[in-house]
C-alpha cells in the first residue's frame, strides 16, 4: 500500500520493540527509490485515534510449527489472550475507523473482537477466504494456464481446514469450470493446504495476505461496495 501511494500515514504497532523498529527503518529504507511518499509512526496508539483503518496482524506465526497436523487454530490460545489487551488499547485510543482482522483463526478472532471492543459488526470485518480465493484462482489459472484474474468464483466457508470451493461459482472464460476437464478435488486440496505450503518453505507467509489485506482496506477506503468473501 505504501509502494502504491494508496495511503501516506502508516502507524506500526508491536509488542516486539526491536523487530517493530526494524520494520520501519525497513520501510524508511524504501522512501528514496519509491515514487510515493509515506510518513511511518511506531507504537504510538494515541496517532490511531483518526485513523480510517486498522489492521490486526498480532500472532505468533512460529506454533505452526509444532503441531503435526497442521491448523489455523494452533494459535487461538495465544492469539485470544493477545487480542483482548488489543481491543482495550484500541478503544482507549479513541479509534472511530474499520478495524480489518487478519489474525488466526480468523473468523473466530474476528467475532472475539467485535465482542471485546463492542464495535458494531460493520467496523470489525476478517480476511475471510479472500486469500483462499486468490489461491483459487492461482491454482486454476495454473492449471488453464491463464491468468488468476481470468478466474471468477470463490473459495467460502471458515478460512482453515474446512473452507471449500463453491464449484458452482467458478468460472473462467465465462465458461463454467465444469467444461474443463480438471481434477477438482485435487485443486480444493492445493487451495486449502496453499498456506502451509508457503509456510512450510519460508515459515511465514506475507504476499498474498498482503494483498489480500491491501484489497479489502482499499475497497473500504474507497467505499467502493465490491463484493468479497470476508468474515463479518
Ligand atoms: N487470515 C489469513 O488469511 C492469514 C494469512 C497469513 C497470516 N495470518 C495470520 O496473521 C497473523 C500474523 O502472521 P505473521 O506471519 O506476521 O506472524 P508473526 O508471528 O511473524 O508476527 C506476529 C506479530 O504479532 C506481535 N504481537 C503478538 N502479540 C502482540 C500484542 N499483544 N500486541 C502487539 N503485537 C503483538 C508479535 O510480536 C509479532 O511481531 C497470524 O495469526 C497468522 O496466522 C492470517
Redesign the pocket.
Known sequence: MSAQGAVDEFVF????KA??TAEALDFEDAKANLEYNANYVVNDWDALADADVVIS??????L?GTVKNKD?FV?LQF?KH?IK??SEKLVASGFKGILVV???P?DVITTMYQHFTGFPKKRVI??GT???TARLHRAVGQALQVHPKSVQGYNVGE?GNSQFTAWSTVKVKGQPITSYDLPLSELDEAVKTG?FTVYDGKK???Y??AS?ASRLTKAILTDSHEELPVSN
Open positions: 504497532i508491536d509488542s516486539d523487530k517493530v496482524s498480532v500472532g505468533k506465526i512460529s505452526q489455523r494459535e492469539t493477545q489487551g488489543v487478519i489474525t488466526n480468523v476478517g480476511t479472500l486469500l483462499d478460512h498456506g511465514f507467509t506475507s498474498g495476505i489480500a
